[in-house]
């Protein structure tokens, strides 16, 4: 089955404490993107990667980091999560073109105290 | 990006079916309309996607304005899995998709 995984789907930390989310796509798509959804501001870009070692800055980079080391992983990592990073997390992913439909994971939920 | 206007909410009855509009003055000629839809507590989903012609796939159609300044998404028999956020969003060769605040549809059973 064709899907986008992430891990965890929920989690609890405090600020300061580096995590990393993980996901993983299985359709040899080259282009992944992580998202952060917040009440009243919608989805909002994070960062992307059109291909392996190729990734680039979304709307909202600050904060995060990303690798793509292998194709079917795009890690979103926070070194020093903070509570304004408390949010939803979608990872997602598509083959490049412009009618590619994209295949969203099913979040990650994240509350920094 | 381009933008799209959509109206914040929609209610409609099972087994009707709802007619979602979707305005995009702006649009350029190679942008094409995706609507994506996000059921509560999950990831966005694909529903259907157009450049000039109206489209139907199992899950709706989509029908475009012949000067493309608009479209309307249509569910021709709603049921309450149906209820959800329906964004409508314009793509242009770039991946990246720019998700506005799209309609709320609730269905009453």
């Known amino acids: 089955e064709a899907q986008v995984t992430q891990n965890p789907r929920y989690l609890i930390t405090v600020t300061g404490k580096k995590l990393t989310v993980t996901c993983s796509q299985n359709?040899?798509?080259?282009?992944m993107s992580w998202y952060r959804q917040d009440p009243g501001l919608g989805l909002r870009q994070i960062y992307y990667s059109m291909n392996v070692e190729v990734t680039d800055k979304g709307d909202v980079p600050e904060g995060y980091k990303v690798s793509r080391k292998e194709k079917r992983n795009f890690p979103l990592i926070l070194e020093s999560p903070s509570p304004n990073q408390t949010s939803l997390y979608f990872c997602?992913?598509?083959?490049?073109?412009?009618?590619?439909?994209?295949?969203f994971g099913p979040g990650t939920r994240l509350l920094v105290l | 990006d381009a933008k799209t206007t959509q109206p914040n909410s929609m209610e409609s009855n099972e087994e009707e079916p709802v007619h979602l509009p979707c305005n995009h003055s702006?649009?350029?000629?190679?942008?094409?309309i995706h609507w994506y839809r996000q059921l509560p507590s999950q990831g966005p989903e694909y529903v259907i996607h157009g450049l000039t012609s109206n489209v139907n796939n199992r899950m709706a159609s989509l029908a475009i304005a012949e000067d493309r300044k608009s479209s309307t998404l249509i569910l021709h028999r709603a049921t309450l899995r149906d209820a959800a956020v329906y964004y409508c969003?314009?793509?242009?060769?770039?991946?990246?998709?720019?998700f506005g605040q799209g309609t709320r549809l609730t269905i009453n059973p």
């Open positions: 359709m040899n798509h080259e282009y």
């Open positions: 702006t649009i350029s000629g190679t942008d094409y």
């Open positions: 997602a992913s598509s083959a490049l073109g412009t009618e590619e439909t994209q295949y």
């Open positions: 969003i314009l793509k242009q060769g770039a991946q990246k998709l720019v």
